[in-house]
């Protein structure tokens, strides 16, 4: 008899038990099935619009006096990157215990990235911010609102002695280079952005574009009929290829300008010119040893800006195969420029974004359930045709004048903590042979 008890308590245990999680199973499942989620496609998601003040006064960050200032400065802008972006190369890569480079900085903050006229910018008027140290409007490349020309951080600092370069896996001619060499009141006037650059003091462009440097008759995309490559002969060496980027000889003086591709580089309608074309990290250490040997032949530092261009296209096409190799391409190039600032402590290092692209989004397979090791990546500002977040984005510093790279910044405030990092106290002619 007294089996039978405890058999039936058993019994009547378990059936308690099996009772609960099915009770549980079925309640989750009405709850998920009868959620507040619209029934709308992606495009018509929006639940809340609210208009926004744009403010025309910008708060600017309190800097601190940099004693020890930086000889050099290499800024690493991911286009389209912010934290997700971030988060999900780390998940990719190695899984949520794994480091990228940019985790080993010791100093990070973030940008807010609107432009003059917009809540969520372009890359034109965010790399103003940041080239020139003012805002203003979408398309706008170094102009204010007015169409006044703003110095930028290249032309201020050649009169100090300073030497630039300027690298990107897009066109040279697109928009964030463009905004340290040029000055137009629209990104898309490729003619005059390419006539403007060859022009400019920067001593070294790398990039993708040869068909905007060529007229439209003899296959490029020039619409004023110029062959700039015919004249950029007397100025500067072109470069076509990743050999000649190797084998060139870093003691030349002049001015260089290397076209790996007809557009952007890693087209994939191009992809028998991909072995010709370099990586982000090849252009930056070519850089790199340029610079070396201005610095060496008499000039005061060096400034490099080299752009992952297409982290934002990846998320413009919604396409995360695309965002790992774009981003596994430029953190290998913040790796070696870490390295080296580590050795050249007279270097500055910084690392950050112009603004996010594609909303992306990181979420459990299933909602609710927070079990197993399987995410859900999801870009979330439209299907294939993804567009920029106004979301602010990482930076990241190491080395001389680093400590004002913390906190919030505008994007305007990067621009003012470079020049506070670097000595400008005296004027110097230029040690560029031109």
Known sequence: MRNKIIIGLVALLIGIFVGFKLTEALGQQYIMNNLPIPKATLADKDAFIEPIKLENKVPTKELSYVNKKAKNIVLLIADGMSWSQLSAYRLLKGGPNARISMDKFPVSGIVLTHSEDALVTDSAS????????????????????????????????????????????????????????????????????????????????????????????????????KNLLDELKSSHVLLTNKKELVEFDNNFLGKVIGLFADEHLRNIEEPDNHEAEPTLSEMVSFALKRSESFVSNGCKGFFIMAEGSQVDWAGHVNNLDYLKSEMEDFDSAVEMVLEYAKINQDTLVIVTSDHETGGLLIEPVTPSEYTGNELKFSFNTGIGRGSHTGVPVPIYAYGPGSKNFTGTLDNTDVYRAMIEALDLSNKENSCVIN
């Open 126 to 225: 965010s790399a103003t911010a940041y080239s020139t140290g003012f805002k203003t409007k979408n398309r706008y490349l170094a102009l204010d609102s007015e169409k006044n020309t703003l110095e930028t951080l290249t032309e201020r600092i050649s009169q100090f002695g300073y030497v630039s370069s300027l690298i990107a896996t897009s066109e040279v001619t697109h928009a964030t280079p463009a905004a340290f060499a040029s000055h137009v009141d629209l990104r898309w006037k490729t003619d005059e952005i390419s006539s403007q650059m060859i022009n400019s003091n920067v001593t070294t462009i790398l990039g993708g574009g040869r068909h905007f440097f060529i007229p439209k008759e003899i296959g490029g995309k020039r619409e004023d009929g």
